[in-house]
């Protein structure tokens, strides 16, 4: 199955949906500045086990890297997929004291 991840920056949040249009699952966050904290992931229970939560984590990595945002994830989710990825460790703040 196919997703597309779109920013809803009215809604601040990212959002995945299936083929057909359904909402299958989100990322939510705040924006200031250049700084982009992640505050919450959520795939729809039938969409799990898809491989999803981690198309939703790939898509906003890379839209933070592409619009040179600094990355704060607060979800849980998120910062367990970020241990696991490496190569976005150059937009990612561990620590709330570095976000200048």
């Keep these: 199955m196919e997703f597309t991840v779109n920013d809803a920056p009215e809604r601040e949040r990212f959002e995945a949906r299936d083929e057909s249009g359904a909402l299958a699952g989100v990322v939510t966050y705040q924006l200031t500045g250049t700084i982009i904290a992640y ?7 039938q969409f799990e086990g898809r ?34 990825y ?5 937009i990612v703040v561990r620590s709330t004291r570095k976000v200048r």
Excluded: N, Q
């Excluded at 505050?39 to 229970?45: L, Q």
């Excluded at 999803?52 to 997929?81: H, K, N, Q, Y």
């Design 39 to 45: 505050t919450h992931t959520e795939v729809d229970p």
């Design 51 to 84: 491989g999803l939560g981690s198309t939703l984590a790939r898509a906003v990595m890379d839209d933070a890297r592409a619009r040179g945002r600094t990355v704060v994830p607060i979800c849980p989710f998120l910062a367990e997929w970020l241990g696991k």
């Design 86 to 90: 490496p190569e976005y460790d150059d």
